[in-house]
């Protein structure tokens, strides 16, 4: 399987929104489902990853046979001088995917773009329950840095969640 990683592009926003709804109907460890990209619109996809590339963000994909088939977004939390430097992370790849070292590649390729935009913290939130996750996390250097009793809601129950951080 041929798989390049990149940062995303504008021309990106349609296959951008069928992978989120795809991704969001694959499991329940994201914090959005399918029905939460149901009514985005193209244009304004657009906009959003313009946004995203302004600052020192990072959206990076990985794309195989045309369309996107994982992401990996590092948000900066801020500009102020005490922040700027820390950043939270998302990885997400289709189900049809996992397994085959997707999550590694993008997490490698999108830890060297936050190096290079100077963000030496970064953040991820995992669900208690997802030891797959906790387990790449923590094999990728990350730490266990505290708990969160409520980070989803789904189905009416309360999900627990984990935090980790990697210092670059």
């Known amino acids: 399987m041929d798989t390049d990683y990149r940062i995303i592009r504008e021309d990106d ?3 951008l929104i069928e992978f989120m709804t795809v991704i969001g109907g694959d499991t329940d460890n994201l914090s959005f489902s399918a029905s939460d990209f ?10 959003v990853i313009r ?4 600052g020192r963000n990072v959206f ?22 005490r922040i700027r430097h820390r950043a939270y992370m998302a990885i997400a790849v289709r189900k049809n995917y996992w397994g085959m070292g997707i999550s ?9 773009e936050a190096k290079d935009r100077m963000i030496t913290k970064i953040g991820v939130l995992v669900r208690s329950d997802n030891k797959t996750a906790r387990d790449f996390y923590e094999r990728n250097g990350f730490v266990h840095e505290g708990s969160d009793s409520r980070l989803f809601y789904i189905d009416g129950k309360y999900i627990s ?3 980790y951080g990697l210092e670059l």
């Not at 149901?38 to 906009?47: F, G, L, N, Q, R």
């Not at 195989?64 to 590092?74: L, N, T, V, Y």
């Not at 590694?104 to 060297?112: G, M, N, V």
């Open 13 to 15: 926003a349609s296959s």
């Open 38 to 47: 149901s009514s985005v619109d193209p244009e304004d996809e657009k906009y």
């Open 51 to 54: 946004e995203m590339r302004k």
């Open 60 to 81: 990076a994909v990985a794309i195989s046979d045309g369309k996107i088939i994982g992401s990996c977004d590092i948000k900066v939390q801020g500009e102020g001088a």
């Open 104 to 112: 590694q590649h993008l997490l490698e390729f999108a830890i060297a």
């Open 161 to 163: 969640g984990e935090h």
